[in-house]
């Protein structure tokens, strides 16, 4: 019993002193974090950001996020250069928004290096009040996972055109459920086949739609069952979900990973690829 007692002890005292080595702000670095800094603004689902530090091996370090409340979330990054790294994946929305965030890279036995203070700016909706945005240009990025392999396909927004005096965008696409011919208003997108134009959601079923986060952005949904199948659509971005459980015992379902709208993405093009 005595033994237990003192080994855990030791323990906790080595544990708390790594702690205090590792998250000391009080010691002055040896070296520097240039990047971000005080004049820096991330924003969120922001790629490529960029972190310069002076006389450091990023094969040596750990590189962290913190906010100004202290949650701190680890990075993943990758070599731009001599001492400088970009991250592997976006500005994330969880971590927060405001002043306050600094970048810290820590190393066993040696203090943590911290950034100056700087800020994350939260991810501003698209300008077009649709239920999802079509013009020119609009391109969205699905996951599809059919019994656990990945595939990854595109849509994009590539031209117009006028049937009956109504206009359309023209959507070049993916799969039999892809509907070429579509045109969107504040609440409801509506696609064009050989039947004539039918009606694919309407964001105002009221007894049906509600909230829900989307790419850091709170938004209406919709979901819709069809069969052994379950849709979800959205405000913005159109239908976000598709899953399907079919006779077979295979299981069927693709996300939307991204979406670039007027050069903003919204979402994470990192496994898909972002042209």
């Known amino acids: 019993m005595k033994v237990t007692i003192i080994t855990t002890l030791l323990l906790i005292g080595l544990l708390s002193t790594c702690e205090k080595v590792i998250y000391n702000y009080d010691t002055p670095p040896s070296q520097e974090i240039l990047i971000p800094n005080d004049t820096t603004v991330w924003r969120h689902w922001l790629y490529d950001a960029s972190i310069q530090v002076t006389e450091i091996n990023f094969d040596t370090v750990d590189v962290f996020i913190q906010n100004a409340q202290g949650d701190i979330y680890p990075l993943s990054v990758s070599p731009a250069g001599i001492s400088s790294v970009t991250l592997q994946r976006p500005v994330y929305p969880y971590w927060g928004s405001g002043p306050g965030f600094r970048i810290g890279l820590a190393r066993s036995g040696v ?53 009956d005096g109504v206009n359309y965008s023209v959507v070049s696409g993916y799969g039999w459920r892809h509907k070429p011919i579509q045109r969107s208003d504040a609440s409801s997108l509506y696609y064009f086949s050989s039947n004539g134009e039918d009606l694919m959601y309407d964001l105002n079923l009221s007894d049906t739609t509600s909230n829900r986060i989307v790419f850091g952005l709170e938004v209406p949904f919709i979901s819709k069952s069809d069969g052994d199948a379950t849709l979800v659509y959205t405000k913005y971005f159109g239908q976000t979900y598709y899953s399907i459980f079919n006779m077979q015992w295979m299981t069927n379902s693709w996300s939307l990973s991204a979406v670039r709208i007027d050069g903003v993405v919204y979402g994470d093009t990192t496994e898909i690829g972002s042209n």
């Open 111 to 163: 203090n943590t290096i911290y950034s100056k203070p700087f800020t994350i700016e939260n991810i501003d909706p698209p300008q077009q009040d649709l239920a999802k945005v079509l013009t020119l240009g609009t391109k969205y990025f699905y996951t599809q996972n059919t019994d656990e392999m990945l595939s990854y396909w595109q849509e994009e927004v590539v031209g117009d055109t006028s049937i």
